[in-house]
């Protein structure tokens, strides 16, 4: 029997549940996020880039990484495009966008590798989130390999329909659509098919829920958070102190 795409991920999950604490995942995503707002030089910003590239090619398998990264071309090459003739923005100013963009995803894709929904709902409530909306946010993060793999199935479905999905990108623009309906509409069946059951069982939302396994920081974790640190503030650091051309 074949391995749907939410089992490998659970497995995956499960595979580098507890080799430290989310939370630390968690800072550097906050670090990463403000990085690429301040961050203004294309040095700084390529740097960071770099640093996030490594982490994440350490953690996917070759296969997700080439998809990935061919999944990043056509968002890539509309950014530039659009920056370059809608804003007049220069060529250097449009990468430093694209780079920013590409850390963006690096980041959230290995956070969402080593991160589990459950850990990612235990993080918002230790943060004092209330548990309906610390609930809400796990619900939606479980949700990602299931608009995967429907998006993939509509995708498939569609094309041997006849429409043209896979010839170019100007015909496939023009069909978005017929892709993105019905990726909605199963995500909210999807939805409503695990609200009836959860309220069905009593679930109470306003409640926070016990845990078997509780989150605590390791001294392990304390190190990788100050090495996180000392890492992702050193873009930073070269580009307030030091007089960088670019």
Same mark, same amino acid.
């Given at each position: ?13 499960? +595979?580098? $549940? =507890?080799?430290?604490?989310?939370? &630390? *995942? ?6 990463? %996020? /403000? @990085? ?25 398998? +070759?296969? $997700? =990484?080439?998809?990935?990264?061919? &999944? *990043? ?6 950014? %530039? /495009? @659009? ?43 230790? %943060? ?119």
């Amino acid at each position: 029997m074949s391995m749907t795409s939410s089992e490998s991920v659970r497995i995956e999950w499960q +595979r580098r $549940r =507890m080799e430290m604490d989310p939370r &630390t *995942l968690f800072t550097w995503m906050i670090i990463l %996020l /403000i @990085l690429v707002i301040i961050l203004t030089k294309a040095s700084s910003v390529f740097s960071l880039l770099l640093i996030q590239l490594t982490l994440t090619i350490r953690t996917l398998s +070759r296969k $997700r =990484m080439q998809i990935l990264l061919l &999944t *990043l071309i056509f968002p890539s090459s509309f950014i %530039l /495009i @659009l920056n370059l003739l809608l804003f007049n923005l220069i060529l250097h100013q449009s990468l430093i966008l694209v780079g920013k963009f590409w850390i963006v995803v690096f980041g959230f894709t290995w956070f969402y590798s080593k991160v589990d929904p459950d850990e990612f709902t235990q993080i918002l409530e230790s %943060l004092k989130i209330p548990p309906l909306l610390a609930w809400q946010f796990g619900m939606a993060y479980r949700q990602v390999p299931f608009l995967f793999k429907k998006t993939r199935e509509i995708y498939e479905l569609q094309v041997a329909r006849g429409i043209p999905l896979d010839q170019g990108m100007v015909k496939a623009a023009r069909h978005l659509p017929s892709l993105i309906i019905p990726t909605i509409i199963q995500a909210m069946e999807a939805a409503r098919k695990v609200s009836e059951a959860m309220i069905s069982r009593g679930w109470q939302p306003h409640i926070k829920s016990t845990r078997i396994s509780q989150l605590k920081f390791k001294r392990k974790d304390v190190v990788i958070l100050l090495l996180m640190l000392l890492i992702g503030l050193t873009p930073w650091i070269s580009e307030q102190f030091l007089e960088l051309p670019i």
